[in-house]
């Protein structure tokens, strides 16, 4: 007998009346979590059961006793307090923002932001790793810029898992379930009070999804949810887990994600012209907007398709082709068959706008093809992942130079509020007033960090690091008792650690690129360095491995099997359950962030840069931000980007540099110590970190960088193709298959580039081509030299290119176009031609097929 049918269920709220339902309001704004003044409000209720809690404020409330009420509510002093947060609230809500000031407040721009996962707080345990917290950093930058930006992603009544050891350190999972109703939730409701949900209906599939909202800031971020009553039991397990289950359940989830997310912003009555995937996952989210479209304005495929791509935007976030999700052809067929049929694709059709060339049928459904497909604007997340990007993707676009792909870089940022010390934040209001906190990018406010008396940074990361270490052993404590200790072996966990002590931090996932252990290459080298009486070191780390990876794992139990040893005991430790707070806490302790990935496999990495907000200094491998966050002064690099076949040899050369800059100069450099205990020179590295990485590394940074180069632009090109009736979509869809239709008659006849042998550098030579058109009219096509210095593969390097003109009609469809192109630097040159379509209104089109290189 099924009870839980036969359940009447309710929900019981806390009864937080008259001036305590601010606690209310405040809770449910998530913007309390990057606000000292409301997080100190909640600790100050009650700070074990904030702890308890997992700082959850809506849970605590909830469980607070009304006793407790009546007492705060005498209490001035906290009502003041109250009333002071609660005021800073609709101060943030109500104030003028960046984008008022730089983008046209009027604008009617909408932004809807699409990830898998998102990392707000601890306690919303939606995230996973890096690409969550990224997620969350972006919501939170988006509000405080006044981006009109909406999330959207999905409810996992399991988030990722929670880590434990066991007592040979082996990585354990648990699994526990969100309690939707004592997480900061709003079910979406219709005018009538029903709750809001739409059916979604894909192979032999047919589900309800309900819609679910946490606040953020002014950012609504909506999450989509199949755990309802009226769905089967196969159906409600849809959002139950981040990444559980196999490639159907993942090809359900992102159908979820992409198709029920426009449905769901739909159902809410918001139409975003801007669709930000972040990451593969989310691509699905464009045939529905071409679908939808289609629908409404009775255009075809392809008018439609013109119109998304303008409008969408995608950042890819890995540079391995295993990260990414594939999906064989037999699947795509199962849940879209019907789908795709509607759009009026046929199967190649179809599959070919997932696989890079469409008529490569080894190639499966990838996910970040079909996005790079059916986005205009398209980003790694450094610039060298920019790069690595472009080489992974090059057959997406047969017939472009690597550097010319339409793949550009915005380099991920980390959001200065959540991350850095209350501390540290506290100490920069002191010397820089509070402009670095409404606009970090503004470098000239982060000058006067030279203001600031080296006695007092170093006493501020002195107490941070206090903080780390009394955290640590708290934790290591737990630890210990979780796994059934002895009495001493827990009385021990007090007295690792050293307050006093350079402290490095070591944490991220456990994946084995990351190479957690190559430290712990010699031990008895590392043992000389940790344990020198003089200069004595300790390092604390932390992540998870995912849990099939047994090799991640192994490195783990590697580890705290090191620490394990007597000699180590009180110099490394191991923290357990890698999450935002302990992040947070590790980020605003430690000395030293150590950085250790294969390059160039870390796509940009953002631990690093929560540590350099808190004037931790980076030592990590010439990869990902670091390439462009380091500078001589302002941290280490390890090695200099060298890249060597055999990995087995990289590691062992990497390991030693870590273990020469250790010894040679991070170590004596932080004890080298002035008559008042200060070290000077480190503080003057600490000033360097500050003030080169603080105005770049942010999230404001970044938000701002992808409003004004993809969002704005993509809202503007959106705009051009709608209005009238979408009459440039319409017009560019039929002029883009006359041109095709013509185009196999185009040729180029004849070239001359009237060159002797050697010329002079700063000379121009002309050169002209003799082109036969066929049925295309002349302004339709541009013809375009690429020209510039060859390297030593004879391939040109970082070519320019030059436009050829119109210059006379030949007769018989035969056209001379002519220019000149200009030898500015000394060197063997190249030079060729290129043909490819010329839309009258958008310039320039490049579809792969339809360039002719001659
Ligand atoms: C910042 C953060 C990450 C990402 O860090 P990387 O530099 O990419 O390793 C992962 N997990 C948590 C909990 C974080 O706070």
Not at 436 to 457: C, K, M, N, Q
Not at 774 to 799: H, R
Not at 841 to 846: A, P
Request: charged content about 25%; proline content about 4%; aromatic content about 10%.
């Amino acid at each position: 007998m099924d009870f839980s049918k036969m359940l009447h269920k309710f929900t019981v709220v806390p009864s937080l009346t008259g001036e305590l339902a601010a606690l209310q309001r405040i809770a449910y704004n998530m913007w309390w979590c990057w606000e000292p003044d409301a997080i100190n409000l909640f600790r100050r209720i009650d700070a074990e059961l904030w702890q308890a809690t997992r700082h959850n404020p809506v849970e605590m409330l909830g469980i607070l006793q009304q006793t407790t009420l009546e007492v705060l509510k005498s209490d001035e002093g906290f009502m003041a307090h109250l009333r002071m947060v609660n005021e800073k609230l609709t101060e943030y809500l109500q104030s003028r923002t960046w984008f008022d000031r730089n983008c046209n407040g009027g604008s009617k721009m909408k932004v809807a932001y699409f990830s898998m996962e998102f990392g707000l707080h601890e306690s919303l345990p939606i995230y996973s790793g890096g690409l969550g917290i990224l997620a969350g950093d972006h919501l939170k930058s988006a509000s405080d810029l006044g981006i009109p930006l909406v999330g959207v992603g999905l409810l996992y009544r399991q988030g990722y898992f929670r880590q434990y050891l066991n007592n040979e350190g082996w990585q354990q999972e648990i699994y526990p379930e969100n309690d939707f109703y004592n997480l900061p939730l709003v079910m979406e409701r219709d005018d009538s009070g029903a709750p809001l949900s739409f059916l979604l209906e894909f192979g032999s599939r047919k589900f309800h999804v309900r819609i679910w909202r946490v606040q953020v800031g002014r950012v609504p971020f909506y999450l989509l949810d199949t755990n309802l009553e009226e769905n089967s039991r196969e159906d409600r397990l849809i959002t139950a887990q981040l990444y559980g289950g196999d490639q159907e359940m993942r090809i359900l989830q992102e159908i979820v994600l992409g198709i029920g997310g426009i449905r769901a912003l739909r159902a809410l009555g918001i139409v975003p012209n801007v669709c930000h995937m972040n990451e593969g996952h989310a691509a699905f989210l464009a045939l529905e907007r071409i679908r939808l479209l289609m629908e409404a304005r009775g255009l075809d495929y392809k008018e439609a398709s013109e119109i998304v791509r303008a409008g969408n935007v995608f950042t890819t976030h890995t540079p391995v082709e295993a990260g990414i999700d594939h999906f064989p052809a037999e699947l795509l067929e199962k849940y879209f068959g019907r789908y795709y049929r509607g759009l009026g694709l046929s199967s190649e059709e179809f599959i070919g706008l997932g696989r890079q060339n469409p008529r490569n049928v080894q190639e499966s459904f990838c996910m970040a093809v079909l996005a790079l497909k059916l986005a205009g604007h398209t980003n790694g997340v450094s610039q060298l992942h920019g790069e690595v990007s472009r080489k992974m993707w090059k057959n997406t676009w047969p017939e472009l130079p690597e550097e010319q792909l339409p793949l550009t870089s915005i380099t991920n940022g980390v959001h200065t509020r959540t991350w850095m010390s209350n501390h540290m934040a506290s100490l920069l209001v002191r010397y820089l007033g509070t402009r670095w906190l409404d606009d970090p990018t503004d470098h000239s406010v982060w000058r006067r960090i030279a203001r600031i008396p080296d006695a007092e940074l170093w006493r501020t990361q002195q107490s941070c690091r206090e903080k780390l270490v009394d955290f640590a052993r708290r934790r290591l404590k737990e630890q210990l008792i979780k796994v059934g200790a002895t009495i001493k072996e827990i009385s021990t966990a007090e007295e690792v650690l050293d307050p006093e002590v350079l402290t490095i931090g070591f944490a991220r996932r456990f994946a084995t690129y990351k190479r957690g252990t190559l430290l712990m290459r010699d031990l008895d080298r590392l043992a000389r360095i940790l344990n020198n009486t003089e200069m004595p070191v300790q390092i604390i780390f932390a992540g998870k491995a995912h849990p099939q990876d047994h090799e991640g794992k192994e490195l783990i139990r590697q580890i705290v099997q090191v620490s394990h040893q007597e000699r180590f005991r009180h110099r490394i430790v191991f923290i357990e359950d890698y999450d935002i707070e302990v992040a947070r806490h590790l980020v605003q302790g430690v000395d030293v962030w150590l950085n250790t990935p294969l390059r160039p496999m870390e796509a940009s990495g953002t631990s690093g840069m929560k540590v350099a907000f808190n004037g931790g200094l980076n030592m990590s491998v010439l990869d990902g931000w670091w390439c462009e966050g380091y500078q001589a002064n302002n941290g280490w690099a390890i090695g200099k980007g060298e890249v060597y076949e055999d990995t087995e040899y990289q590691n062992q050369v990497e390991s030693r540099a870590t273990y020469d800059l250790l010894e040679k100069e991070v170590v004596p450099h932080y004890y080298d110590r002035g008559s008042d205990g200060v070290p000077r020179a480190w503080v003057a590295t600490m000033k360097a970190s500050l003030l080169s990485l603080c105005p770049v590394f942010s999230t404001d940074r970044m938000v701002q960088e992808y409003t004004e180069r993809s969002y704005q632009p993509a809202f503007a090109q959106w705009g051009k193709f709608v209005a009238d009736d979408c009459a440039l979509a319409i017009e560019v869809a039929g002029w883009k298959e006359r041109i095709f239709k013509a185009w196999p008659m185009v040729r180029i006849e004849q070239v001359d580039a009237e060159a002797s042998d050697a010329v002079a550098v700063g000379s121009s030579i002309p050169v002209s081509a003799h082109i036969m058109l066929g049925d295309i009219p002349k302004g339709d096509i541009a013809v375009e030299g690429y020209f510039g210095v060859l390297d030593s593969t004879g391939n040109i390097q970082g070519g320019e290119i030059v436009t050829l003109d119109h210059q006379e009609d030949l007769g018989n469809s035969v056209h001379r176009f002519g220019s000149e192109i200009e030898c500015r630097f000394c060197g063997r040159h190249g030079f060729m031609l290129r043909l490819m379509p010329r839309h009258p209104v958008l310039g320039n089109i490049y579809e792969p097929g339809y360039l002719i290189w001659g």
